[in-house]
């Protein structure tokens, strides 16, 4: 390939990474801070997206205006499903997947049922309709702002995490429960509000993505897959390795698509995954955190 081809897919790799990290930074919180496997957070990409259509729709707010809203209302709803269903199963994790399961199942019946099952689009904002040019490639300027979003809103998760009372507290909690307890950390309100971000940042990735795909009920669950590919391939407890993750699986995609077809390149990626983790279980970047 020349060096414009190689750019190409460099950059195309990149907006890959940009999306799966969106979708898989929630999840590793999530996974990470609780121990829950959460089916349903592709349900809550999907609610962020129809929140996306639904406010452009009936309220005339374009995607900017939109996002804020839409991260309160999908950490809201989180935050209830943590506080109804979750908080009740963290010492049974079996039954936490099964009930996120339901949760997308229901999800996706009350979205088809209220707003419909056909295809719905949610209009990108006239700023970054256009190119731009970028050593000799084009680059769509709303795929920039996705990257340059994604990584501060890794940083501002970091920053959460390792810079704050909050994230000192959660720490404590993943540690050691009993020791962070007789210190009078409550660690329900900290997994409540852990889950309620974690949905927040799905919802934030849903609308976000809603410009570049057609928006349906079952949109969430290829997502979700991708995901769970970035978290393992990290190593599940290491906010560093889902940005390098994602980074790997985005440029994989990439090149290989570019070689074959979008179907090869994603069998191809989960026989590597498949494979790694036969043989480091650990993912690549592995965090020892829980004591």
Known sequence: MDPTAIMSQLITGLSIAS????????????YGSTGVINLAHGEFVMLGAYSAWALQTFFSLNLFQSLFFIFVLTALLGWIIERVVIRHLYARPLDTILATWGIGVISIQAIRLSAGGELRYVEMPSQLASSVSFLGVDVSAFRIFILIFSAALFILTWYLMFKTSFGVKLRAITQNPEVASSFGINSDRIFGLTFAYGAGLAGLAGALISPLKSVYPEMGTPYVIDAFFVVVLGGVESLMGTVFSAIILGELTSFISFQSNDTIAKALVLLAIVILIRFRPQ????SKVRG
Do not use: N, R
Not at 23 to 30: H, K, T, Y
Not at 283 to 286: A, D, K, T
């Open 283 to 286: 993912g690549l970047f592995s």
């Open 19 to 30: 999306i799966l990290l969106l979708v898989a930074l929630g999840l590793a919180i999530i």
